[in-house]
């Protein structure tokens, strides 16, 4: 299993007239948690593009607990559970300053082939990252 | 059971590198597809607001099938099946130009007293909306 | 002169905590009046990039007279006063649904083959398009 | 005078099309920029509303010289050249992780009573800020 954290302040556009971050936004957050994540392996997403393989996102759910405000400091704690495949579940938990649970959510990223379009296995250089962490 | 559908155009703004409609920004998609649906049964959603009823987002989910690209008209299909209670149900089913479902979703929204904050039952005024609909 | 009228709606997930819609958000919807009105002169902006021509916006400007609030229906004016060349200047004002002036603001962009990514003249397809306005 | 910096990075979600940085978000990141300085001086802009002072924005611009792409990490300098009176103006030049400039602009913000609405001088609390810097 694999387990990261980010932080990232809500900015005053992606709040709404409630006054919270508007829920759309954290389809970005995730996105924002799962690249920082992949980082921290030493994959910066956008050379995997480089590379031709994209990970278009294949669903996206969100449990919303508590809204979060302007400026607030929001912690994502990311996790994989489970070894990528042809796919990869991000499963994200968005914690308040209070350290309050506000959100959860999962997203589940596919394997595509940039020039082909079509889906693949998980590239050997990208599992190989992770492989140590699901022995 | 209510059906409304409402079109949409992706905006520049809205695609991504990969030259698709950004995942996130189906729930502004949905938004606009539920604001229209209510609008067809006379309630614009900020009169709801100004008459103390907010009607913040519980849970949002999202399959992909199939991307969405810069400048294509979107029809989204919105269905409620339940007659609204303390929260309400809506299903979306979005189509590209094609006429292909490229995506379906749903969002729980909930009733909330706009100064007390604690959920409520969808007032009277609302519900009257929908009655026909539900017998 | 050129002269075209867009309306769009200001979405939920577009306002901020002041119940305005967010200043950046002017960007894009200058973004879709520029595209509504090159595609009633017959042309889609997708299609100049198909074409191998890309238009980058070199600056923009917005002076901000009032806000728009939720839900209300803008209407945006926009103007082309000189023949594009190297450069195209867009210019715009946005009324509420009360018909007041609510911001001005102009967009220039510039001409870039898409291959080479270096400035082009605007490509002759695209000036004859208008060019019985000019005249 | 005053000067500051911050850095933040393109999400995906903020790239367009082209690959670039949409145009419209440096409006989201001039915003960031401008309250990372105000925190500097010991001020949140939270606070400021919340002590019933709101600052619109006037006016805004943006000159752009070359695009961001996804995952830069882009460096903001904001400086503030007068004394905050009725209004208060903030530029902005915007660096790439090669330390190119990208991009220059402005913003203009005014002092409103969130009561009245209407333009007030700067609040003493928040010109005593500042005061040192601007003799």
């Known amino acids: 299993m694999i387990k990261g954290e980010t932080t990232l302040r809500v900015r005053y556009g992606e709040t709404d007239r409630m006054n919270y971050a508007y829920y759309g936004n954290y389809a970005l957050y995730y996105e924002v948690a799962r690249a920082e994540l992949l980082r921290t392996y030493g994959m910066d997403y956008s050379q995997m593009e480089d590379m031709g393989v994209m990970m278009p996102v294949m669903n996206l ?24 495949s042809v796919k990869m579940l991000f499963e994200y938990e968005v914690f308040n300053s209070q350290k309050e649970l506000i959100n959860t959510g999962y997203t589940t990223l596919v394997f595509i082939d940039k020039e082909s379009k079509r889906p693949i296995r998980a590239p050997k250089f990208f599992t190989d990252l992770f492989i140590k962490d699901f022995k």
């Open 61 to 84: 759910h969100v449990d919303f607990l508590k809204p979060a405000k302007y400026d607030e400091l929001l912690t994502i704690v990311t996790s994989i559970k489970k070894a990528p």
